[in-house]
């Protein structure tokens, strides 16, 4: 996976809370069974109506999303993700993040900014105000400026974890894998009588 | 030794190794045929093995059509997932129950029934639901399509360890009342952020006094609180729900499991982050007004008005609902009409749904202006019920019986609310779309539900005597 060390661009603020991942990306594209093509899928209800904001040709080529809190909360989908990130994402901004949906993101290169409620608002009123106003995240430091919005390098969270994996561009599988013998270990030492599967593909209707 | 709470201690036991976060290792893995195939994918393309086969169970859930399993060849699409499933399934040797399988159902039905679910374990699967297997003091919680690939290859999740929230219901449910109903007020109380971060112990008399599938529904939809999952400590319910079934220990191995499980509850002295204290005997039948799960109201009451909201958002959101509900501040909510209710989904789709929901039917009939549907749990549940004789009063009141699957609560397989009515679902989200294009859904109880298919307008049960 590639380093991110910074993400710079322009915003979409989107000033509502608690959008969820059905308006994210509606279920029906969950259907598909690739990784890759999901960007028309994204905030699909909303993009219906033209005065939406991610209609107006002066936001084509925003990178970064400023939503309110709880963002991204309700079901698990991935999905949801890869929809932002198709569509040319590679930041959110918010307040709050659900908690899945703020773990998924990194999992995909996308750095999610928890900002305090002062600084998110005066990037939203920033962004809506001047669609060229550009936003620098610094995500080695955690540190994110504006200049339109009179923000110079204010902290955000990201956990340590994210952040690490993030700005070293490290594949997580072959990270945990280092620790073949620590997980074997554990497997040695597991209780006897917790349930197992069978591994066999149940085709015919007798119960099983 | 430190005093700890239930999640520490079963977290604790299954640390692999720490690192900015917890290496967690995950004694059960579920998969369904949506979340699913990239993962698989992502382990072809990598070269790596599935590590623990054993420890992986999956079925069809999210996209099986109710009414004839042959339908699914008409939607190539969703075909060619499940058809990938069983393909997947083979070539990595895991155990699936697809559809038309007599062990096929809903992920979190299916777990619990067949004894895979037993506490103190870590269960995931690519589905926020997975919450519902808390009820037997596991830690249970959904993760993203890539994190299932990462368990399918190494076993373990990298986790920062959760923040704790209790949330003690004292006293006990009102006779007319369910834990549908309880779970809601919760909801309501605490709002749909107030767990976020958190994994919910749910705790006291009340929370003591649920039965199994009570329990589920609760621990099911700590998720819509912003928790990351929800659990309650095994009890004697638990046991006698476990003891004998499938999968779980017999004999020696179950008298050293049942010692190790009265291990599994919150020290005294234990402190959690956040805590929450609610009355049961406060709440009552309840129905959703607006487009989250926190927007309920009793029954008996009144679609709220915005305006006395007074923190701003909150307003702005409450607004917004009520406009694309359709709905009016100050209307009575069994003044709402609803054309379809759908009696299902892993929230309320087992076997004790279905009996409760049949009491109220028993006897009378849909409304003619009602298209309502019961979607069994699983094909266990589904017979269970059948022997009862349960899907004849269904159907002798004028209710489809159908198969297994999420069905209506997502509305992936064309059981869909049509655009700008009401429904009434025992399903667990009422986000804007969820159930269909413009669909307008109001989450009850089982009872409620089929109180509402005789009424056509929202209703509790008592409303019938």
Redesign the interface.
């Known amino acids: 996976m590639q380093a991110v060390l910074s993400v710079t661009g322009r915003a979409i603020p989107l000033d ?3 959008i ?1 991942t ?2 994210i990306i ?3 594209w ?6 890759v093509g999901f960007a028309d899928g994204l905030f699909q ?1 909303w993009r219906r109506d033209p005065a939406f904001i991610l209609n107006q040709p002066e936001r084509r080529g925003a990178s970064i999303l400023i939503a ?3 963002f991204g ?7 949801a ?1 890869w929809a932002l990130r198709d569509y040319g994402f590679r930041a959110i901004i918010a307040p ?1 993040f ?3 949906h703020r ?2 993101l990194p ?2 290169g996308l750095v999610p900014v928890v900002s305090s409620p002062v600084v998110v608002e005066a990037l939203m009123a920033a962004s809506a105000a001047d669609a060229t106003a550009e936003i620098v995240i610094d995500v080695v430091r955690r540190v994110v400026s504006c200049e339109q919005a009179g923000v110079h390098e204010a902290e955000f969270f990201l ?3 994210a952040h ?1 994996r993030l700005i070293n561009g490290l594949d ?2 072959d990270m ?2 280092l ?1 073949d013998r ?2 074997s ?3 040695a030492h ?19 | 030794m430190r005093a700890k709470t239930l999640v520490e201690k079963i977290w604790d036991e299954h640390v692999v190794d720490q690192n900015d976060a917890d290496l967690l290792y995950i004694d059960l893995h579920l998969l369904h045929e949506v979340t699913s195939p990239q993962a698989f994918e992502g382990l072809r393309m990598s070269g790596r093995k599935l590590r623990r086969p054993d420890l992986t169970i999956a079925t069809a859930d999210h996209d099986v059509p109710t009414e004839d399993v042959s339908l699914a060849l008409q939607d190539d699409i969703g075909a060619r997932q499940l058809q990938l499933q069983i393909a997947n399934c083979r070539e990595f040797g895991v155990e699936l129950h697809p559809m038309g399988s007599a062990g096929q159902g809903i992920v979190h039905v299916i777990g619990p029934e067949m004894g895979l679910t037993q506490p103190g374990m870590t269960i995931v699967c690519g589905d926020s639901h997975t919450a519902t297997h808390g009820a037997f003091g596991a830690i249970a919680f959904g993760i993203g399509t890539s994190q299932v690939e990462h368990v399918m290859a190494t076993q373990t999740l990298r986790m920062a360890k959760p923040r704790t929230m209790a949330v003690t219901v004292d006293g006990r449910l009102r006779p007319d009342t369910t834990a549908k109903d309880l779970v809601l007020s919760i909801i309501g109380a605490i709002g749909i952020g107030g767990g976020t971060g958190t994994l919910i112990e749910y705790r006291g008399e009340c929370i003591r006094a649920l039965s199994m599938a009570g329990r589920m529904t609760v621990c099911n939809m700590a998720i819509e609180a912003g928790a990351r999952s929800g659990l309650i400590a095994p009890d004697e319910t638990t046991l006698a729900y476990l003891e004998g079934r499938p999968r779980v220990p017999k004999g020696d191995q179950w008298a050293r499991a049942v010692g190790y499980w009265q291990t599994l509850c919150t020290d005294q002295d234990a402190v959690f982050d956040v805590e929450a204290v609610l009355d049961a005997s406060s709440v009552g039948p309840q129905a959703t007004w607006g487009t989250n799960p926190g927007q309920t109201v009793n029954i008996e009451g009144k679609v709220p008005d915005p305006l006395a909201l007074s923190e701003p958002a909150e307003r702005a959101a409450a607004q917004r609902a009520l406009e694309y509900m359709g709905l009016e501040p100050g209307t009575a909510m069994k003044d709402i009409p609803i054309s379809t209710v759908f009696i299902g989904s892993c929230t309320n789709g087992r076997l004790e749904d279905l009996r409760a929901a049949a009491e109220v039917v028993r006897g009378r009939r849909v409304a003619s202006t009602v298209r309502a549907l019961v979607v069994p749990g699983s094909m266990r549940v589904k017979r269970q019920a059948e022997q009862e004789g349960l899907d004849e009063v269904f159907h002798s009141a004028g209710f489809e019986w159908r198969l297994p699957g999420c069905s209506m609560c997502i509305g992936m397989n064309g059981d869909v609310v049509m655009p700008g009515t009401h429904s009434a679902s025992t399903s667990n989200r009422n986000f804007e779309g969820r159930q269909g294009v413009g669909a307008r859904t109001h989450l009850v109880s089982p009872e409620s539900a089929a109180a509402t298919a005789i009424m056509g307008h929202l209703a509790a049960a008592a409303d019938l005597t």
């Open positions: 509502r809370p608690n969820d059905d308006q509606p279920a029906v969950m259907k598909k069974i690739e990784r209800k309110g809190p709880n909360c309700g079901s698990s989908r991935e999905h993700v709050s659900a908690d899945i773990n998924n999992n995909n956990d340590d974890a690490h997580l599988i945990t894998l620790l620590q997980i270990n554990h497997e597991r209780p006897d009588w917790l349930p197992s599967c069978d591994g066999v593909v149940h085709l015919s209707p007798t119960a099983g």
